[in-house]
């Protein structure tokens, strides 16, 4: 009986697998994949002659076909054009990025230059590989974009969804607990500090295709521990949003917006 037992659970482990698992790219491949993707962007090393280059491109194009030919279905999806698309694309991703990094430097008066922000800032990582990500959701590559997310997250404790629109440049300083959801839209020369979440006012699976996340508008600062919720809340541009913030309503252009010692929140208008 115990036999029996066990072939039924093997069997659905089996079937589960295969309908499942198969369907799904090696983590480690992909993790692979992006830390080439992001060593020929921004080498750590003085191996930087343009035959080795050229060569880590052409493997990395190589290795993005197979992870997408590993587990999506040609037919609902043409491999080739969305490797190409998403290659063709690359170097504006790497000049948003400089000057995403470029943002860091002016904004933090600890970093040594934008070389030091590159290499060594958890705030920088988190938003280079949403930008790579967010690139292959538009391109309506499906379950890789997660699994990078999902990497970046682990490793800066950052966790923006590949879809979130995000304008260039994008400051994150110090980063960790910072949450951006799915259909947030945030703006040119915004900075977000530490424990900072762009949320959902509701949670429910019948929102998927509602815009459940804020709008921040450009020039706009979040500081430590704020949280933003709703689709229908707008930050307006050249705005401050102080530490501990809670909002479910928007500001307009030109606020302050405080948490004072009684725990109100006080909002201040100067509209030029």
Known sequence: MKDIQLNGFIELLFQTHKAEWEATPSNQQAIHWLNDLLEFLFPNSRLNKKIIYEGQLKKSQ??????????LDPEQI?????????YEAL???????R????????????????HEVIVSYPGFYAIAVHRIAHQLSQLAVPILPRILNEHA??????????????????????????VIGATAIIGKNVTIYQGVTIGAAQ?????????????VEDNVTIYARSTILGGKTIIGHDSII?????????????????????LRIEVKTDIQ
């Open 153 to 178: 997250h682990g490793k800066t404790g950052v966790d923006i969804h590949p879809s979130a629109r995000i304008g260039v440049p994008f400051c994150i300083d110090h980063g960790t607990g910072i």
């Open 203 to 215: 949670v429910s699976k019948g929102l998927k295709d509602t815009k459940r996340h804020p709008t």
């Open 62 to 71: 190589i290795e993005l076909e197979n992870i997408l030919l590993s587990y």
């Open 242 to 262: 102080g530490g501990s913030v809670f909002l479910t309503k928007s500001v307009e252009p030109y606020s302050s917006v405080f948490n004072t010692h009684q």
């Open 78 to 86: 043409n491999i080739t054009d969305a490797v190409e698309r998403f």
């Open 99 to 114: 000057a995403d990094a470029a943002r860091m430097y002016e904004q933090d008066p600890a970093a040594g230059s934008v």
């Open 91 to 97: 170097a504006g991703i790497y000049q948003d990025l």
